[in-house]
C-alpha cells in the first residue's frame, strides 16, 4: 500500500498555504499530523495532486483563550492538547475525551484541527466540538468565517469546509460553572474507532447529549431535566432517530442499546459533576 | 515556498540514531521505505502499512511515530531514533532489551522492534508507569503471539531498574 504521486510544498507562513489552497482546490491537501490522511493516501482512497505542510509555520502550535473558548490552531497536536496544565478543570470534556482518541503513538503527532477536518463519525474531536456547540474558524483567500460545529459536520467524512478553505482552528467553550460534563465510550479496544462515543453536558435547567458512532455525523440533542421513564423514553427516542447501521463491528440494534445505556450513564455522570 | 515535484527525486537529510543520513526520495515515499530500501535500517518492521499495528514505529524528536504515516520528506532535519539506537553499543542491550530477553517478552519478534521504541518514547515521559498506564501505550501495537502479559512485566521491570531500584535477587549480573 503506496500513495499515488503527489508533489508536497512546505508552506513557510499561512499565507503560502493558503495561496497553494486556492491555486489547486480539490486537487490539494492540506497536510499537518498526517494520521487520518496518510491512511487514505497509503490506500488509495484520497489521491490529491498536491500536499501543503502546515506543520513549519510558525505560531500554529500553541493553545489560546479568548475569553470562555479554548482556541486550538490547527498546527496544536492532541498528545500537546492532552498535556496542557489544568485542562480537567478549564475543560473536563476534553480531558476526559482525549486518552480515548487514538494511542499514544498517534495521538504524539495527530492534530486535533486535523480530526476535525477529518470527520469521522465515530471520532471523539468532532463530538466534543458538537457536545459543547464549538466553532470550526475556516480561512481562504477570499474570507474568513466562523461555523458551528453542529453546521460543519455534513455527512459520513464529509463537512462545510470548501475545497480552497483550511481549518484555521477550532474552538472549545470552557468549563461553565454549574454545569457537568461526562464522557464514555465503547470500543473493542481502548484506542479503536468507537462503536458509540457519548458526550454529555448538563446544566441547571437543561441536558445536552452528543453521540458518535451512530449516525453518520455526531449528532446532539438538548432534554429538559429529567428522570426515570421521562429521561429513558427521551433516549429511547432519540437512539431510535439516529438511523444506525449494521456493520463488521456491531449491528444497529447494538449501537441504539448503547445510545440509551451508555446515554444515561454519561448523563447521571455529568449531572453528578455539576460543580 | 519549496515545491517538490512528484515524479523527481528529493534529497532528504536527517539524523538517524545519531548519525548523519541522506537519501533521495520522491515525495510520496513512506519514512518506512526510506529507512528500510533507502538506508538499510531494516530493524524498523513494516506490517498493515495504515498505522493499526505499530510494527514501524519510530521516535521523530523523541517523540512516538508511525513511520507508516509519516513521509520520508517529512523527516528532513528531524532526530529519527529506531530499535537499531536503542542499544548503547555493538553487543549490548539496552535495559528494556535485556528485560524484554529475561521475561520472554517476545516470541516471533515481528512486532518488538516498535513495542521498544514505544517504551523508550513513554518511560522518557513517565518513569513511573503503572502497570495500566503500559497497557494503554502497548495498545497501540499487535503483537499475532499474543504476549502482552511478559511484555507488560518487562516494561515495570525495566522502569523500576531505569529508576536505580534494585533489581529481584534472583538476577545474576551479566543478565543486565
Known sequence: ?275 | MPRLSAATQHRVTFTLNGRTVSLDAQPRLLATDALRHGLGATGTHVGCEHGVCGACTIQIDGQPARACLTLAVQLEGKEVTTVEGLAPERDRLSVMQAAFRRHHALQCGFCTAGILVSLDAYLREEPSPSEQELREVLSGHLCRCTGYTQMIRAALEAAACLRGEPLPQTLEPADV
Not at chain 1, 30 to 40: E, N, R, T, V, Y
Open chain 1, 1 to 275: 500500500m503506496k500513495p499515488a504521486a503527489f508533489d508536497y510544498t512546505r508552506a513557510g507562513d499561512l499565507s503560502e498555504a493558503l495561496d497553494a489552497l486556492s491555486q489547486h482546490g480539490a486537487e490539494a491537501r492540506i497536510i499537518a499530523g498526517g494520521q487520518s490522511l496518510l491512511p487514505m493516501l497509503n490506500m488509495r482512497l484520497a489521491k490529491p495532486t498536491v500536499l501543503i505542510d502546515i506543520m513549519g509555520i510558525a505560531g500554529l502550535d500553541r493553545v489560546g483563550r479568548e475569553g470562555d473558548l479554548i482556541v486550538v490552531p490547527a498546527g496544536v497536536r492532541q498528545a500537546a492538547l492532552m498535556k496542557r496544565p489544568g485542562l480537567a478543570g478549564e475543560q473536563p470534556l476534553l480531558a476526559a475525551a482525549l486518552p480515548w482518541l487514538g494511542h499514544y503513538q498517534t495521538r504524539a503527532r495527530g492534530t486535533v484541527c486535523g480530526s476535525a477536518a477529518h470527520a469521522d463519525p465515530s471520532a471523539e474531536i468532532p463530538l466534543c466540538l458538537v457536545a459543547l456547540d464549538g466553532e470550526v474558524r475556516l480561512r481562504s483567500r477570499r474570507k474568513r468565517r466562523s461555523v458551528s460545529a453542529g453546521d460543519f459536520f455534513s455527512g459520513m467524512m464529509v463537512t462545510d469546509k470548501a475545497d480552497d478553505e483550511l481549518i484555521e482552528a477550532v474552538a472549545f467553550p470552557a468549563a461553565r460553572p454549574g454545569t457537568g460534563y461526562a464522557f464514555k465510550e465503547v470500543a473493542r479496544r481502548h484506542g479503536d474507532f468507537a462503536i458509540v462515543g457519548c458526550a454529555a453536558v448538563v446544566t441547571r435547567d437543561a441536558m445536552h447529549l452528543a453521540v458518535a458512532g451512530v449516525a453518520d455525523r455526531p449528532q446532539r440533542r438538548s432534554f429538559p431535566l429529567l428522570e426515570g421513564s421521562a429521561l429513558t423514553d427521551a433516549l429511547n427516542a432519540f437512539a431510535c432517530e439516529l438511523d444506525a447501521r449494521d456493520d463488521f463491528h456491531a449491528t444497529a440494534r447494538l449501537r441504539r442499546d448503547l445510545v440509551r445505556s451508555l446515554g444515561l450513564s454519561t448523563i447521571g455522570e455529568a449531572k453528578r459533576c455539576r460543580a
